[in-house]
């Protein structure tokens, strides 16, 4: 499906200033920090005292702002995606309306980490196709790990940071242009990351905040050997490629025509076999971006969007995919045109 009114006329992101090196990381978890480096990721920033994933969503979406050359009462529409808030069943976009004081949009949260930004600009363009009053949808993320995780490692493969981007998609503006887009779904293992003890599940206790049942965690279902978990990431990134090559499909194009591809920031050696299954060089990927900020979840896929276009990998005219990735598990992926 292609629109060639529509299209993402500002970019922002924001990464704290606090930083934290893969070595240290390891010093505190007790890990091996060869294994850490071999994962690709080398440093990751950290939210300052008291700064909020919704203070930092606020401040990538103005520099969106500025990068398209629009004001706050511009935005008729916010949509907020992170799957780490300030607060527990609350909903932050009304948060950031008030911070960028957009009173007059209309705001809502979704929530499917990795996968979500690109899902928010699939429903942005929704809402811009259906109804004529609305010309420009923000869409920002924002994650912040130190209050749901012991530490900066997520299982034994993800060393996490925090930071945020935004997008702002416009009718008739000009910029990257949405050609097509496709989501898909695998609930098999809807428990694999999850927080297991926070919920309809349990009330809250001290036993619970002592054995670490409000903490973001990685559960290891569906496998017993390296055979059945190297069938269950086969399985994962089949999934990731036809939901992509979907996308691709519904442009009109071939994945060969993608002249660049922006990546979750995955472990190294996850992501290489991705780009295998895809039969993409990972020079033409956002793969090696993953070093400088570690998994951040919402935020990645934006913030790895915009570093591509100031660092000159985004061809003019040529197509540009984005694969987004997130627990659950989802996969929501969409092209654009420069």
Request: hydrophobic share 45%; proline share 4%.
């Amino acid at each position: 499906m292609e629109d060639a009114k529509l299209a993402i006329c500002g970019l922002g992101s924001y990464l704290p200033e606090q930083t934290l090196e893969v070595d240290e990381i390891a010093r505190q978890a007790r890990a091996d920090p060869r294994r850490l480096h071999e994962l690709g990721y080398a440093t990751v920033h950290l939210a300052g005292e008291g700064e909020m994933p919704t203070d930092m969503a606020v401040e990538a979406s103005r520099r969106a702002l500025a990068d398209a050359g629009l004001q706050a009462g511009d935005i008729d529409v916010i949509i907020y995606s992170g799957a780490h808030k300030d607060h527990i069943r609350w909903q932050a976009s009304n948060k950031v309306q008030a911070l960028l004081q957009a009173f007059d949009s209309y705001v809502f949260d979704v929530d499917q980490s990795g996968a979500g930004p690109a899902l928010a600009l699939k429903l942005a363009a929704d809402l811009l196709g259906d109804d004529p009053y609305i010309d420009t949808v923000l869409v920002c993320a924002a994650e912040s790990w130190d209050t749901t995780l012991p530490g900066r490692l997520l299982g034994r493969s993800f060393v996490v940071g925090d930071g945020a981007a935004a997008a702002l998609l416009c009718r008739g503006g000009e910029g990257l242009r949405l050609r097509g887009w496709r989501q898909a779904s695998w609930g098999r293992y809807h428990r694999a990351l999850c927080v297991p003890e926070v919920g309809a599940v349990r009330p809250i206790t001290g036993e619970v905040l002592a054995r670490g049942g409000h903490l973001f965690q990685v559960f290891r279902p569906g496998w017993e050997d390296g055979q059945q978990r190297q069938e269950l990431i086969d399985e994962f990134n089949r999934r990731a490629a036809a939901t992509l090559e979907g996308a691709v499909r519904r442009a009109g194009a071939a994945l060969g025509d993608l002249a660049f591809l922006v990546l979750p920031n995955l472990p190294r050696r996850h992501g290489l076999t991705l780009c295998r299954q895809l039969g993409i060089d990972p020079s033409r990927t956002s793969l090696s971006m993953a070093a400088a900020g570690g998994l951040q979840g919402g935020p990645e896929l934006l913030g790895n969007l915009l570093r591509a276009r100031r660092e000159g990998m985004l061809a003019p005219g040529g197509l540009v995919g984005l694969l987004g990735l997130g627990a659950g598990y989802h996969w929501s992926a969409l092209v654009l045109e420069g």
